[in-house]
C-alpha cells in the first residue's frame, strides 16, 4: 500500500500547486485593484469628484474579488483534506475481512453464513448455489437464530470443490414463501476504490460491494 500512496501524492501536488499559483494570483490581483482604488480616490480633481454610482460599482467589484480569493483558498483546503481522507480510508479497508451480503469464496473449510428469518415465518430453508447459480443443495434452517454453519456438501453429503457459491434464506408461512435474503458472510477484502457515490470494496470472491453495507469488520485472517 506504500506504493500507490505515494504515487497518488505525486499525481495531487502539481494539482494542489496550480490551485496555490492560481489563488496567488488573485490575491495579487486583489492587491492591485485595492492599490488603484485607493489612487483614484486621493488624487480624484475636487471640482469633479468621483460619481458616487460608480464609486459603488467599483466598490462591488472589490467585493467580488475578495470573495473570490477566500472562495478559492477554501476550495482548494476542501479538495486537499478530501484527497486525504480519502487515501486513509481506502487503505484501512485493504486486508480486513468484513461481513456483507455476497457471494463467497469457498475453499474446503465450513463457512458460516448469517441470515435473519422474517419474524412471521414459521420454516426457513438456505439455498446454496454455486457459481453458475444452479441449487446445490436446500437446507432446513433455524428461524430463531441469525448464525448457520454450512458444511460444504452436496444434498447427498458428498463434499463440495471449492469455488464460488451463494446462499439465500427463504422465509415460509406455511406454503408461502414471505421473502428470500441473500446470506452474508466474511470476506477478506482486496481492493477498495472511490466510486461515484460511496467507496466500494472489492472481495476475494470478486464480488464488488458498497463499504455502506457492511455490517461488521475484523482484523483479517
Known amino acids: 500500500m506504500i506504493t500507490p500512496t505515494q504515487?497518488?501524492?505525486?499525481?495531487?501536488?502539481?494539482?494542489?500547486?496550480?490551485?496555490?499559483?492560481?489563488?496567488?494570483?488573485?490575491?495579487?490581483d486583489f492587491e492591485t485593484f485595492l492599490l488603484m482604488l485607493t489612487a483614484q480616490a486621493r488624487n480624484q480633481d475636487p471640482l469633479e469628484p468621483l460619481d458616487s454610482?460608480?464609486?459603488?460599482?467599483?466598490?462591488a467589484q472589490f467585493s467580488m474579488v475578495e470573495q473570490q480569493v477566500q472562495t478559492n483558498d477554501l476550495?482548494?483546503?476542501?479538495?486537499?483534506?478530501?484527497?486525504?481522507?480519502?487515501?486513509?480510508?481506502?487503505?484501512?479497508?485493504?486486508?480486513?475481512?468484513?461481513?456483507?451480503?455476497a457471494a463467497f469464496q469457498f475453499d474446503g473449510a465450513p463457512e458460516t453464513l448469517f441470515a435473519q428469518a422474517e419474524p412471521a415465518a414459521t420454516s426457513a430453508v438456505m439455498v446454496i448455489r454455486d457459481s453458475d447459480g444452479t441449487v446445490i443443495d436446500r437446507i432446513t434452517a433455524p428461524t430463531n437464530e441469525t448464525e448457520f454453519v454450512w458444511a460444504g456438501t452436496a444434498s447427498d453429503g458428498s463434499p463440495l470443490p471449492d469455488g464460488t457459491y451463494a446462499a439465500t434464506l427463504e422465509s415460509y408461512d406455511g406454503d408461502e414463501l414471505l421473502s428470500?435474503?441473500?446470506?452474508?458472510?466474511?470476506?477478506?477484502?482486496?481492493?477498495?476504490?472511490?466510486?461515484?457515490?460511496?467507496?466500494?470494496?472489492?472481495?476475494?470472491?470478486?464480488?464488488?460491494v458498497p463499504a455502506g453495507t457492511v455490517t461488521a469488520v475484523r482484523t483479517g485472517t
Open 7 to 28: 504515487q497518488t501524492t505525486q499525481t495531487n501536488t502539481p494539482t494542489a500547486s496550480a490551485a496555490q499559483s492560481k489563488t496567488s494570483g488573485l490575491a495579487s
Open 53 to 59: 454610482s460608480e464609486y459603488a460599482s467599483q466598490l
Open 75 to 101: 476550495l482548494s483546503d476542501l479538495a486537499l483534506s478530501l484527497g486525504s481522507v480519502n487515501l486513509e480510508e481506502l487503505a484501512s479497508w485493504v486486508g480486513m475481512d468484513v461481513r456483507a451480503a
Open 180 to 208: 428470500e435474503q441473500l446470506a452474508a458472510t466474511y470476506h477478506q477484502v482486496v481492493e477498495a476504490q472511490v466510486g461515484e457515490d460511496a467507496v466500494l470494496l472489492t472481495l476475494d470472491s470478486g464480488q464488488i
